[in-house]
């Protein structure tokens, strides 16, 4: 490494009048990597804190990580769940932000402290009760003197995206996405809010911590996850306790708890700040240390990780829940830094890399399995390999387990072609150079290296490691590590009779105070920072636009930054125009030409570093190529190959159509796809909607090879447009296109594309599915005018201010005041197409026993929506600060093209939003709310248990009737 002194931007200069030199500005020495790809600035405050930048001027913003190296497995044993609730306690201010008279605030919230305390050594029934309502009387004074979601307002008031934060087993990390004329403001704030952790508002954020363990509840991925992990580690915290925690935990919290929590862990020497974007070094780490500087480095606690003992015949676990079967293995691995964690990387590619792994052609290319994959899980002190396999129709989850343990049997062999791993090494610096276009993939991998207490060089250095791994490499680790003891997970499709329920408690909601404002807010907002003007997309200017042949058009934007490039022929038509379309699309990867066969023919585009697809929309079909420019040539060659001649393979067909059997009975099992899909579409068009316009199982099992190889080989001769973005100049692409891109003499225009009649939604009703959950999931539907794009400014503006997001009306009023939800939605919802509707959706996800309140709460708001000048005023700023940042490049230019001129424009909208929005009032707003919003009849779709449902409430908005699977899946 390299190591270099760097100047501040702001330089003292002298003048002759000056009796004595004006102090010299402070130098900041720092570390770089040679030859690392993000030109990487490593710097050491003087308190400890890292700092890794990255300059990366794609767009005038930043993404902003700070992470601290502490997770879930530093949680007490006592009090398991801390790392994460914490996590949300430093969203809720200090005593500067967030509070308007600390002082009577402070007095309050020790009380609460110490209430919960008592409450937490309390196992008498009647005494709790007591106590918490001593704790929720005393929450409701200690509020009137706060100020809820002044963070999130002050991010969204400079015009940040993206507001959130995780924790895992390692870390807990906070994320912001900020305009780069913002950095002193957020660089104030964040080091405002790790210097000091205040945990107002406690009880309702806790009840929304609540809710998203009843979330996990009903997730049963999430629930084998942790049966694996209880399998493997017995004794280490990754097995022993769950990020989420347990319930008995999360209903005994203890403040006092989580303040030793943040007071050993969050000091500067354990935090690192990740920023990649447009920025200047000097400045950046100058405005950093002004602010983070200020933070008290302190002694860390060692952790002292605990030793497993070996597995030596597989640990079984047997899961039950809603969804459809699958099976899942788990294996140990040692940790991140180690050479062996590394080889399992590649073992994993090896399996599955989505074109050429084993898994990928063994498995799913072969139609052994519906699906299967894997994936790895590696931390610091241990790591996981996990493969999984979802059953064909009559196939058994140990068939599916043997399947899976015979493509381990042959990595230990070496029972793979001697080309593979040099291609999965080309392919992995591929998609490693695609990442570095994205801020988030670039400021992510600092992340990684900082919680892997990894030197920047040993990280980078990994790649080089990667590409040096061998044959006997994999064989040696795969032979060590896949023996007789694994963890063996078996997930059944029914009722879970051990799922614990989260007692609701009673909660009095809490005044947010919407109007207020901290004079810490002021000031902050008050900061001088330069303005900064927005860049719209000009498709004159910014697409280059010919045509390969009369009739064919190419619309084309360069790529100056690598060489990497995306192909597409966009045609208007889809499953609506033809339902056999879309099995024709599928149908494509599984066949292969004259000659290669589907297997090969999938390698040998993995061995170029490329991928093709078919993707069938409703009324349009994308046709894609993308990967390495360098290689365009031969990867078209081999794609028109395909497309002209496919070779019919009854057998593929045969299981294909197995296969799209048995996923819709799995589809019927996913509340997903029940409540968004389903229900929605159902309830917009009725039983003949375009989730319903499928190919009949009759229809399905009479389908021969030519059927859909007649409609591949069509694709090609309708009517269609050419999109590309990469690195080559246009008359040399126009010359590839022209040689390659084979297409008749006159191309045949595409059937009009079949509308589906939208229901009126004059009516108020309640749809409701029956599923098997803890929570109840509801979505309020009102049907609205057609698009029209002079609304759509007002649009923009009333969906910032009332749904969009944590500083949004929707989320203050039923979580922070009256934690009714860990998540709560609204939007007005433009149509995507002229001559298509608009659409209220109103979304909120509920405990079963909350339905009540979560539903009046919700109407309430729709119905009177609250005016609150403050948060207009954020509301705008967020637009605008956003839009003055944001920048449509890459190919994303070609997709806006394609968005406006389906909605029948021919400039960038965004610009009308940006310039309109600035000047709206709340008068304005009201008047949208009260002709769009207010009273409107709606359909409301419930997706829940119907023995926990309310169905007395649900009446009170409408007729109720229950909606069976098969009236909404059509079969």
């Avoid at 057609?786 to 759509?792: G, I, W």
């Avoid at 009332?802 to 709560?824: D, H, P, T, W």
């Amino acid at each position: 490494m390299q190591c270099q002194p760097s100047k501040t931007a702001a330089t003292a200069t002298s003048t002759p009048q000056a009796a004595t030199e004006a102090p010299k500005a402070k130098e900041y020495k720092y570390t770089t990597v040679e030859g690392d790809p993000l030109k990487t600035r490593i710097y050491t405050l003087d308190n400890g804190l890292t700092v890794y930048l990255s300059d990366y001027d794609d767009a005038p913003r930043i993404q902003t990580y700070v992470a601290v190296r502490a997770g879930s497995k530093n949680d007490p044993a006592d009090a398991t769940g801390l790392a994460h609730y914490l996590e949300h306690m430093v969203f809720k201010g200090t005593s500067r932000l967030g509070a308007q008279n600390f002082d009577a605030e402070r007095a309050e919230l020790q009380k609460i402290e110490g209430l919960y305390e008592k409450y937490r050594g309390t196992r008498d029934a009647a005494q709790r009760k007591a106590l918490y309502h001593q704790i929720d009387s005393i929450s409701s004074e200690a509020a009137k003197y706060a100020v809820a979601n002044e963070y999130d307002k002050l991010m969204g008031a400079i015009g940040a995206k993206g507001s959130n934060a995780y924790t895992s087993v390692e870390q807990t990390v906070y994320q912001e996405d900020i305009p780069s004329n913002q950095i002193e403001k957020w660089a104030a704030v964040q080091a405002e809010r790790f210097g000091e952790l205040v945990p107002r508002l406690f009880h309702t954020e806790l009840e929304a911590v609540y809710e998203e363990k009843n979330r996990g509840l009903d997730n049963d991925f999430n629930k084998e996850f942790e049966a694996m992990n209880a399998s493997l580690f017995r004794k280490h915290q990754y097995g022993t306790q769950t990020t989420i925690g347990t319930i008995e935990h999360l209903q005994n919290p203890s403040i006092t708890e989580i303040k030793r929590y943040f007071n050993k862990y969050y000091v500067p020497n354990n935090m690192a700040v990740a920023m990649s974007g447009d920025l200047d070094f000097d400045q950046t780490i100058r405005i950093v240390d002004q602010y983070f500087g200020k933070l008290e480095r302190k002694p860390l606690p060692d952790f002292v990780p605990a030793g497993e003992e070996p597995i030596a015949a597989p640990i079984v676990k047997e899961i039950k829940g809603p969804n459809a079967e699958n099976v899942m293995l788990g294996f140990r691995f040692p940790g991140t830094a180690t050479k062996d964690a590394l080889v399992l990387r590649m073992i994993d590619k090896i399996l599955t890399n989505g074109q050429a792994g084993l898994i990928d052609l063994n498995l799913n290319q072969k139609q052994a399995v519906l699906e299967a994959a894997s994936f790895t899980d590696i931390n610091n002190d241990y790591s996981t390999h996990v493969l999984y396999g979802t059953p064909r129709q009559g196939q058994t989850l140990d068939q599916v387990k043997t399947l899976l343990l015979a493509q381990l049997d042959k990595v230990k062999k070496g029972d793979f072609p001697e080309w593979l791993i040099p291609a999965i090494i080309n392919n992995e610096q591929l998609q490693r150079t695609k990442s570095y276009e994205s801020n988030e993939a670039r400021a992510g991998a600092f992340v990684a290296a900082f919680v892997a207490r990894e030197d920047w060089k040993d990280y980078l250095q990994q790649f080089e490691d990667f590409g040096k791994i061998t044959k006997e490499d994999v064989m040696r680790v795969a032979n060590q590590y896949y023996g007789p003891g694994y963890a063996l997970i078996y997930k059944r499709t029914g009722k879970d009779t051990s799922t614990p329920k989260v007692i609701k408690p009673a909660i009095t909601p809490v005044p947010v105070n919407r109007d207020a404002a901290s004079d810490y807010y002021k000031q902050v907002v008050g900061m001088p920072s330069p303005e900064l003007q927005p860049v719209f997309v000009d498709f004159k200017k910014d697409i280059q636009q010919t045509e390969l042949k009369p009739g064919l058009p190419l619309h084309y934007t360069q790529n100056k930054e690598n060489g990497l490039f995306s192909l597409y022929y966009v045609l208007d038509l889809g499953t609506n125009n033809d339902p056999k379309l879309g099995l024709a699309a599928d149908y494509l990867q599984y066949l292969g030409t004259g000659k290669y066969s589907a297997a090969q023919l999938q390698q040998e585009f993995y061995k170029l570093g490329c991928s093709f697809g078919v993707q069938s929309g409703q009324d349009r079909v994308f046709v894609s190529l993308s990967g390495l420019d360098k290689n365009l040539e031969p990867a078209l060659q081999l794609f028109e190959q395909l497309l002209a001649n496919p070779t019919p393979d009854a057998e593929a067909l045969k299981n294909m159509v197995a296969g799209v059997l048995k996923n819709r009975q799995d589809a019927k099992l996913n509340k997903g796809v029940i409540l968004q899909q389903a229900m929605v579409n159902y309830a917009k068009y009725g039983p003949n909607n375009p989730f319903t316009n499928i190919v009949s199982e009759k229809e399905l099992k009479a389908l021969k090879p030519q059927d859909l190889i007649a409609r591949i080989k069509q694709l090609p001769t309708y009517q269609h447009r050419v999109l590309y973005y990469g690195p080559r100049g246009a008359q040399e692409l126009q010359s590839t296109l022209v040689a390659h891109h084979k297409v008749p003499a006159k191309l045949t225009p595409t059937p009009p594309v079949k509308e589906f009649a939208e229901q009126p939604l004059k009516e108020r009703r309640v749809y409701w599915a029956d599923y098997n959950m803890v929570q109840a999931e509801i979505l309020f539907l009102s049907k609205r005018d057609a698009y029209d794009p002079k609304l759509v400014p007002t649009v923009s503006l009333y969906n910032e201010y009332f749904g969009g997001n944590m500083g949004s009306i929707v989320f203050q009023e039923l979580r922070e005041s009256k934690a009714l939800a860990y998540s709560a939605t609204s939007r007005y919802a433009n149509a995507d197409k002229v001559g298509r509707s608009n659409y209220q959706l109103s979304y909120i996800g509920t405990q079963a026993d909350k339905l009540p309140e979560a539903m009046a709460g919700m109407q309430t708001l729709l119905n009177d929506m609250p005016m609150a000048e403050a948060n207009l005023n954020i509301a705008r700023q967020s637009i605008r600060n956003s839009i003055a940042t944001e920048r449509i490049t890459k190919s994303d230019i070609l997709f806006s093209y394609e968005r406006a001129r389906r909605l029948g424009l021919d400039y960038d909208l965004r610009r009308d939003v940006y310039e309109q929005t600035q000047n709206m009032s709340l008068a304005d707003l009201k008047k949208f709310q009260e002709a769009k919003v207010k009273g409107q009849p709606q359909t409301i779709l419930v997706i829940g248990s119907k023995d926990r449902l309310n169905f007395k409430e649900l009446g009170k908005y409408g007729e109720v009737k229950q909606l069976t699977l098969k009236e909404i899946f059509g079969y």
